[in-house]
């Protein structure tokens, strides 16, 4: 079967591991196809990638269906999807750990192909998927507006605390892509364009999940400082008829099988967004201090300040990169757009900080309401569906 009527199953999957983990790799070496002998270390490997790509052809193809979808059945299929990517990781580890044993078969001892695949090549691309569908799925809740008022510090922590998993598990595979063409003296002009194409797309995705992790944090932290002098409800707060712990539970379901990286506990989970706790913030810079809480809430404006800078710079840098270094040159207008209004999110956070900590310097933190006024847009009415931005005004 063919995608599209041109490239198959096998090629389509094959790509996507040259572009992330297996740029140039002994596992994707097309001399594995002509190994004919059962008993060669080769034939093996040839046999093990070609049923383990058997096995995660129909989750992989999955995505590109789902996405074809309206935008509420899509999140909800994300969250389907995302439990079979969850199996395929811990499916990917045992491969991973046969593909050491035949690689430490083959004759000459070579130490950076063991080196290589010791590092679980195929494990880390299944979790860079499954990073990125549980990206999606967190930030397609904001597009959708179903997160209320008062979870939406704790889930641009969440999305903050994905995009840092995801970005570790990107640096690693362009280390080691790195790595692999270094550890190649007599490396192919092939080998060498494969890893360069590699390195230039992880790099990219470096940037831009480093980008969303900042933008994230300083909403976090903008969010928390909100609640935190009664400018918008606290997070899960008290309700009728519900317990703030089963709420949480109830938020995370989509997320509650998946192992890595493990979700917070709701007590874990309620220090780390608000700053009531005399756990750490979110920011996990600042010491929180119970008897000065408008100590506290400048810390944690000053953090959100920090982030959010740094995050209009990376996007502004992001929306001037080529588009097919971003895989969107087929759609390169539109992806411009919806850059330049991330950058417009990003100054527009920027300025409500600036408009706090103005109205903190003049008045106590019981006399917040009096000096500003807080509104929450919609979806449908912020600069960017996926970035909701509190529009701070003084009174």
Excluded at 122 to 140: E, G, V
Excluded at 291 to 313: F, H, N, P, T
Aim: charged residues 25%; negative net charge; glycine residues 4%.
């Amino acid at each position: 079967m063919r995608v599209l009527g041109q490239t198959s199953f096998k090629r389509l999957i094959l790509d996507d591991f040259e572009e992330t983990s297996l740029a140039a790799s002994i596992l994707i070496d097309p001399e594995n196809d002509e190994a004919e002998a059962p008993h060669h270390a080769r034939y093996k490997i040839s046999h093990e990638m070609d049923d383990f790509v058997r096995r995660v052809a129909d989750a992989f193809l999955e995505i590109y269906v789902v996405l074809c979808m309206n935008r509420s059945r899509l999140r909800r299929m994300l969250c389907h999807l995302v439990l079979d990517w969850e199996v395929i990781q811990l499916e990917a580890e045992n491969v991973d750990a046969a593909m050491c044993r035949h690689v430490e078969e083959m004759p000459g001892d070579d130490e950076a192909a063991i080196q290589d695949v010791s590092s679980y090549p195929l494990s880390q691309w299944a979790c860079f998927q499954k990073l990125r569908i549980m990206q999606w799925i967190t930030q397609m809740g904001f597009e959708l507006d179903v997160y209320q008022v008062d979870e939406l510090a704790g889930m641009y922590w969440l999305l903050q605390y994905v995009a840092n998993a995801r970005l570790e598990t990107t640096r690693n595979m362009h280390s080691q892509a790195v790595t692999r063409i270094v550890g190649m003296p007599r490396a192919t002009t092939a080998q060498k364009t494969l890893v360069s194409r590699a390195t230039t797309y992880l790099g990219f995705v470096e940037l831009e999940t480093s980008a969303l992790q900042c933008f994230a944090n300083g909403l976090s932290c903008l969010y928390s400082f909100l609640a935190h002098v009664g400018l918008i409800p606290a997070p899960y707060h008290a309700l009728p008829y519900s317990t703030s712990a089963l709420r949480y539970q109830l938020r995370m379901r989509p997320f509650a099988p998946i192992s890595d990286p493990p979700l917070p506990t709701f007590d874990q989970f309620m220090a780390l967004v608000s700053l009531r706790s005399t756990e750490a913030t979110a920011s996990e810079v600042f010491e929180v201090l119970e008897a000065d809480r408008k100590q506290q809430a400048l810390g944690i404006l000053e953090v959100a300040e920090s982030a959010l800078k740094e995050a209009r710079k990376k996007w502004e840098s992001i929306s001037k990169t080529d588009a097919k270094v971003a895989k969107c040159g087929n759609c390169e207008d539109w992806w411009r757009v919806s850059m330049k209004n991330v950058v417009k999110s990003c100054i527009a956070a920027n300025v409500a900080v600036a408009t706090a900590k103005k109205a903190m310097a003049s008045t106590d933190l019981g006399n917040m309401a009096e000096k500003v006024k807080v509104e929450i847009p919609e979806s449908g009415k912020s600069y960017h569906a996926w970035w909701i931005v509190p529009k701070i005004t003084a009174r």
